[in-house]
């Protein structure tokens, strides 16, 4: 009993430490100019999108779920309660990333550059990556931050991070590189 008690201790230190990081990240979004790249809510299972994709049409691909929506829906409200300045919302054309930033934030406009890579060639994927840091430098010195809804594997291009479906990097823009600071996920957005 008293070595479970002991172990917990660091646990908890860490614990109060993240907390605290993630109130500084979310103090430091009310200034502005960041970038905050989010990976699509959570969906129905699968990975890529069946036989018969087609962009336009939502039936033909893997959608939210119920939970998403809700993940979606809890992430624009942490953003309001909080008071954090957004800019353009702008959103892969797939109909998961599309409704994602439409029920966070209640508009969005579609970025073919923040399409799904999953089945580009390396050079097309060069040159998507090259056009979202073109976007993102010129975003500096903004008031508002950039909010950019896309897949995982746009994300892993942009910062060679991993990041769960529903969660944000907050980044840095530069001309070369996206420089991530923080990131926020579904228990910082309250989800439940």
Request: hydrophobic share 40%; proline share 5%.
């Amino acid at each position: 009993m008293l070595r479970r008690r002991f172990l917990a201790i660091p646990a908890l230190l860490a614990s109060g430490r993240l907390a605290a990081a993630d109130r500084d990240l979310w103090q430091r979004l009310q200034d502005g100019s960041y970038v905050l790249l989010i990976r699509h809510a959570a969906t129905h299972p699968g990975i890529g999108d069946p036989p018969g994709f087609r962009l336009a049409v939502c039936s033909t691909q893997r959608n939210l779920s119920d939970r998403g929506k809700r993940e979606a829906r809890a992430l624009g409200e942490a953003f309001r309660r909080r008071g954090i300045p957004l800019g353009p919302v702008l959103s892969s054309r797939w109909c998961r990333c599309l409704d994602t930033a439409r029920l966070a934030f209640g508009r969005v406009e579609q970025a073919p550059m923040l399409d799904s890579m999953f089945r580009d060639s390396e050079a097309e994927a060069r040159a998507k990556v090259r056009e979202v840091l073109d976007k993102t430098d010129a975003w500096r010195g903004n008031k508002a931050n950039l909010v950019l809804v896309t897949h995982d594997v746009n994300i892993r291009a942009l910062v060679n991070e991993y990041v769960a479906q529903g969660e944000i990097v907050v980044a840095r823009p530069g001309p070369d590189r996206l420089d991530v600071v923080g990131r926020l996920g579904s228990s910082d957005l309250g989800v439940q």
